[in-house]
């Protein structure tokens, strides 16, 4: 099975500043997908960025990055020039595809940041 | 088009009572999953159903328990409710065809509070 896992349970940032959200995985698997969820307070989840596997060069969406790492892993996203709508609960999925058995989506506990005017 | 809808939003139930909740997929979309989101835990995933078939299932107690109709709209029951079982519920659609990216997009999801 899948894992997936968020070491950081709360941030915050001054507005205008970057941060960076850890995320890790374990698999076995070399087809997957990687996305980053936001979910401001009190409103619906959106897709933030997503990452194939087997790509190298690392997503960015405007001001949303991240830093893929296959060998170790790793899945971090950047936010650069902080604004305060930015404040919400991100969550990183681990999406492992499958035509018959269906996609299966694997997230983490979430990371809680908020910006700071 | 229109986004993924869940009625309701908001329920209060009384623990032993049974809930079923609803959700409406975004046009085209054949694959709908269940999550149950509480503080700390993230999201659990429940199930997930295509073209009325449960094609997946987490690891939930039977009180918990799904399906899907033919216009791939799908509805969730939890019967025997407890106090445990409050959450918010989301429901999330994808096109789920292979070579497309899949990625899921969430309702806003119903908040169940059991007392």
């Known amino acids: 099975a899948q894992t997936v896992t968020q070491s950081q349970p709360e941030m915050s940032v001054q507005e205008a500043e970057t941060v960076t959200l850890s995320c890790t995985y374990d698999t076995s698997e070399n087809n997957y997908y990687l996305f980053w969820y936001k979910q401001p307070p009190s409103r619906q989840m959106i897709l933030v960025i997503r990452q194939e596997a087997y790509k190298q060069q690392n997503a960015t969406e405007n001001r949303f990055s991240v830093n893929f790492q296959k060998a170790a892993k790793s899945f971090s996203l950047k936010i650069s020039d902080s604004q305060l709508g930015d404040t919400a609960m991100y969550f990183c999925?681990?999406?492992?595809?499958?035509?018959?058995?269906?996609?299966?989506?694997?997230f983490g506990t979430g990371t809680s940041l908020t910006v700071i005017p | 088009k229109a986004g993924v809808t869940q009625t309701p939003r908001y329920l209060i139930k009384t623990r032993g009572q049974q809930v079923t909740l609803s959700c409406s997929p975004i046009s085209g979309h054949r694959s709908v999953s269940w999550y149950q989101q509480t503080p700390g835990q993230g999201l659990q995933f429940l199930f997930e159903?295509?073209?009325?078939?449960?094609?997946n299932k987490g690891n939930f107690p039977g009180r918990f328990s799904g399906r899907q109709f033919s216009n791939s709209r799908s509805e969730m029951n939890v019967s025997t409710l407890e106090l445990g079982d409050s959450a918010l519920y989301l429901c999330a659609s994808s096109s789920s065809i292979q070579g497309l990216f899949g990625e899921q997009y969430f309702g806003p999801g119903t908040r169940l509070t059991v007392t």
């Open positions: 159903y295509f073209s009325e078939t449960q094609r």
């Open positions: 999925a681990f999406m492992k595809p499958g035509a018959n058995t269906g996609n299966q989506f694997y």
